[in-house]
């Protein structure tokens, strides 16, 4: 069973910092596409960053220059690090992340259960 498990959201003032994490695990045996993607209260979920396992990113304009997405492939865990927060910027992000599994050897798209991010004074 893949699991995707996310932490570090919470709340934060408008330009602070907040660094999320998300870490596989089960039987996974190859990760292609590691990133992120958020919801805000009536809008459709977006993509914020997302890593391959070559390490080519690719960013949503509005973070560019603010976000950094990095991934460590030996603990199969994605980074998110959000610098200069502004209130929208606020929403639920999700881990996502395109991976091998024994059930799966062919690929299969997962998803996290989502943390909530709030930039507010």
């Known amino acids: 069973q893949v699991q995707l498990v996310e932490s570090g959201g919470g709340l934060v003032q408008p330009g602070g910092s907040l660094r999320l994490s998300c870490a596989a695990s089960g039987s996974i045996f190859g990760i292609y596409v590691m990133g992120w993607y958020r919801q805000a209260p009536g809008n459709q979920r977006e993509l914020v960053a997302r890593?391959?396992?070559?390490?080519?990113?690719t960013y949503v304009d509005s973070v560019k220059g603010r976000f950094t997405i990095s991934r460590d492939n030996a603990k199969n865990t994605v980074y998110l690090q959000m610098n200069s927060l502004k209130p929208e910027d606020t929403a639920v992000y999700y881990c996502?992340?395109?991976?091998?599994?024994?059930?799966?050897?062919?690929?299969?798209?997962?998803w996290g259960q989502g943390t909530q991010v709030t930039v507010s004074s």
């Open positions: 890593i391959t396992s070559a390490g080519t990113t």
């Open positions: 996502n992340a395109i991976l091998k599994s024994t059930a799966y050897p062919l690929g299969r798209n997962y």
